[in-house]
């Protein structure tokens, strides 16, 4: 489900080499947990254990790997504390010639809008005999947006979906103002390998206005038409599109359609002929050119290689729009028809019958025609010459 690809050049856009990228949805993280308690947590060592259980409950988690330097790096993010939104946390040095500093910090008000500013305390620990204050920023690539209509958006599949669903992204409000000058309104999403785009459809812009989309930045992955879904070999495919704006009189909700289509996907047993696709809500944002002068250093918590923001240029700046899901998950499904396995005997010999009584009826046709026939013989086409004198 790896594959190695390199990323397009869009409009002299990235400068980034070819990546390995792995897609898999997870609906819950307890499988990865235990893989981590039970190999990376290996040795006895409780601090490690109870790192491994608490990342359950973590808002997001990233794995970066330097191949380098070999260090794999583990990174996870709780928006609220696991014990009715409080941490209780006993940090210890692993080894005592390492240096381990703590720190307690807050969102501030940045004096710049493209920066991220934090003050708080901190101290290392073994050094400091008390807390220091701090202030600290630097420009973030990513920004959320205020909530309001124009900056949020829902996910649904317009019914009936069949075999050609559409992915159906609805504003509330126009997205008629970005945040900065120079900014362009995007998607991106990420499709399984049951779901293809059909590239040759989405290079036509009439169609695209009709759905509202101005154009099609990229389009990775498996794209192959006719394959079904057991002999693709990729994880699937990505989709980066710039969203065309409504009209000035525009009023009401703006609706933006993305076109799917679905493989002949795998028989099942034990499931009345019906599978299940999902497929993840699409992130919607403003790409935006960073002001002249400003310096994109090292950000520790910005997230990088998410997919689509190595395809624009370094000093983009992504604000995000806001999703409002009806549920507590991020996914829409659909229910795909495909072979029964448990009523396939059945199919198996039925067909076998119509064809052997289809080849009885035609030999006994053709066996009429030679009874009907004086001699016992017909002749189809011009007679003979002979026959012809008399």
């Known amino acids: ?106 969102n501030e008000k940045a004096t710049e809008a493209e920066e991220l500013s934090l003050g708080g305390l901190v101290m290392v620990v073994g050094e400091d005999d008390h807390p220091k204050p701090t202030l600290f920023s630097f420009p973030s690539r990513h920004h959320s947006m205020p909530s309001s209509p124009s900056s949020s ?30 900014c362009a309104l995007h998607t991106h999403a990420v499709l399984p390998s049951s779901l293809f785009l059909d590239k040759y459809q989405l290079s036509d812009p009439l169609f695209l206005a009709s759905k509202n989309l101005l154009a099609v930045r990229s389009i990775l992955g498996e794209t192959d038409l006719e394959a079904p879904d057991w002999v693709v070999e990729k994880w699937g495919s990505s989709l980066l599109a710039e969203i065309a704006m409504p009209d000035v ?75 409002l899901p009806t549920s507590q998950s991020l996914i829409e499904s659909i229910r795909v028809p495909v072979l029964d396995l448990d009523g396939a005997k059945w199919v198996e010999a039925g067909t076998v019958v119509s064809v052997v009584l289809g080849f009885v009826w035609i030999c006994w046709t053709l066996w009429r025609v030679v009874l009907k026939s004086p001699d016992g013989i017909h002749y189809w086409g011009p007679a003979k010459e002979g026959k012809k004198r008399q």
């Open 1 to 106: 489900m790896f594959y190695s690809r390199a990323i397009p050049d869009l409009d002299n856009r990235v400068s980034s080499p070819a990546r390995w990228q792995y897609y898999q949805l997870l609906e819950s993280l307890e499988g990865f947990v235990e893989y981590l308690d039970q190999t990376v947590c290996a040795a006895p060592n409780n601090e490690c254990h109870g790192r491994a259980s608490s990342s359950l409950n973590a808002t997001q988690i990233d794995l970066d790997y330097d191949a380098v330097s070999k260090i794999f790096i583990f990174t996870a993010f709780w928006h609220i504390g696991p014990d009715q939104g409080l941490w209780h946390e006993t940090i210890r040095r692993s080894n005592p010639r390492d240096k381990l500093e703590v720190g307690i910090l807050a």
């Open 153 to 182: 958006y829902t996910v649904s599949l317009p019914p009936p979906t069949g075999l050609h669903p559409s992915l159906r992204l609805t504003f509330p409000s126009p997205p008629r103002s970005p945040p900065a000058p120079h």
């Open 249 to 323: 009189g525009h009023s009401g909700a703006w609706e933006v359609d993305i076109p799917l289509h679905l493989r002949y996907l795998r028989p099942n047993a034990g499931r009345n002929g019906v599978a299940e696709v999902q497929i993840p809500w699409p992130v919607v944002f403003w790409a935006c050119q960073a002001p002249d002068g400003l310096k994109m250093t090292v950000n520790p918590f910005d997230r990088q290689h998410l997919g689509y923001d190595v395809l624009f240029r370094p000093r983009t700046m992504f604000y995000h729009l806001n999703p």
